[in-house]
Nanobody, 128 residues
Framework: QVQLVESGGGLVQPGGSLRLSCAAS????????MGWFRQAPGKEREFVAT????????????YYLDSVKGRFTITRDNAKNTVYLQMNSLKPEDTAVYYC?????????????????WGQGTQVTVSS
């Protein structure tokens, strides 16, 4: 059973930064893609960023929601079984609960259905 524990959310002013972390346990971390999704009140869960698995030092390709490109960066540290989401130049419309997800596959994906494991979510609020 895969367990995902997120941290790093909070309240930040517009233009500020936050870094979300997601610690994974329960299976070989490096081989599988990881993703970040978010859900705002009254809206469906939305893809934010994904990073593919890595094998023998290769892989780690990334893909982003258009509205966060250039502002958010997803990375992974396989030695620590942790994936990160660095969020810069935050906007009020980024306010949501952010979820870490572990894919069933090596390849990166923006589809909710490709992810079999989810964290509990962490609140990110961007407001002055």
């Amino acid at each position: 059973q895969v367990q995902l524990v997120e941290s790093g959310g909070g309240l930040v002013q517009p233009g500020g930064s936050l870094r979300l972390s997601c610690a994974a346990s329960g299976r070989t971390f490096s081989s599988y893609a990881m993703g970040w999704f978010r859900q705002a009140p009254g809206k469906e869960r939305e893809f934010v960023a994904t990073i593919s698995g890595t094998v023998s030092g290769s892989g780690g390709s990334t893909y982003y929601l258009d509205s966060v490109k250039g502002r958010f960066t997803i990375t992974r540290d396989n030695a620590k079984n942790t994936v990160y989401l660095q969020m810069n130049s935050l906007k009020p419309e980024d306010t949501a609960v952010y979820y870490c997800a572990a894919s069933r596959y090596y390849r990166s994906s923006n589809s909710v259905s490709d992810y079999g494991y989810w964290g509990q979510g962490t609140q990110v609020t961007v407001s002055s």
